[in-house]
């Protein structure tokens, strides 16, 4: 009950409910910022403008999820999208042409610690990264994703898929010591 008054509040405009809500979501929003941005400042940018545009658009916040969980998919939307305004260069695929292959299995080698396995996924390629982020830490199905980042389900798919194998591989390379 509480969230939906101060929420209902924050579609009045009220600036109490507004940074009510801010000092309750901003530390857990930042640390999902960072999973994609990786540096404080421009997580803390990212954090603004995600904030800002929540309360431009809270009217259109129906209650269907947790206010967090909407607040959450804008975060990581202005994540990527100050991700690629960094960057300014995409590389299209048609991946819809690629077979899916439906390996489940995520499990590495027990001397690779949790520090490991978050290095080594910041080091995938971009396309790759955001899905393995989103389907492993943030825990949204490829139908989330794929909404989230205006993709196919199959796409999605394709580049789990992709991205954990890379990810295994990268993985392999420290246990291993063959990395150049």
């Given amino acids: 009950?509480?969230?939906?008054?101060?929420?209902?509040?924050?579609?009045?405009?009220?600036?109490?409910?507004?940074?009510?809500?801010?000092?309750?979501?901003?530390?857990?929003?930042?640390?999902?910022?960072?999973?994609?941005?990786?540096?404080?400042?421009?997580?803390?940018?990212?954090?603004?403008?995600?904030?800002?545009?929540?309360?431009?658009?809270?009217?259109?916040?129906?209650?269907?999820?947790?206010?967090?969980?909407?607040?959450?998919?804008?975060?990581?939307?202005?994540s990527i999208d100050f991700l690629k305004a960094k960057r300014q260069r995409w590389v299209e695929l048609d991946e819809n042409m690629l077979e899916i292959s439906r390996e489940d299995d995520w499990t590495v080698d027990n001397e690779i610690g949790i520090d490991q396995v978050k290095s080594a996924i910041s080091q995938l390629p971009e396309k790759y990264k955001y899905v393995v982020l989103m389907f492993l830490i943030e825990g949204f199905d490829h139908k989330e994703i794929s909404q989230v980042l205006k993709l196919t389900e199959t796409t999605s798919r394709t580049r789990l898929l992709r991205g954990k194998s890379y990810l295994k591989e990268l993985l392999k390379e420290k246990t291993n010591g063959t990395r150049p």
């Avoid at 969230?3 to 857990?28: F, P, S």
């Avoid at 545009?53 to 939307?77: C, D, M, P, S, Y």
């Fill in 1 to 78: 009950m509480f969230h939906i008054d101060v929420v209902e509040k924050c579609k009045a405009n009220n600036r109490k409910a507004q940074m009510q809500l801010y000092k309750q979501y901003c530390e857990g929003m930042f640390c999902v910022a960072m999973r994609y941005v990786q540096n404080a400042d421009d997580a803390e940018d990212v954090i603004q403008e995600a904030f800002i545009k929540a309360f431009q658009k809270i009217h259109q916040f129906k209650g269907e999820v947790t206010f967090g969980a909407w607040l959450k998919r804008i975060v990581i939307n202005k």
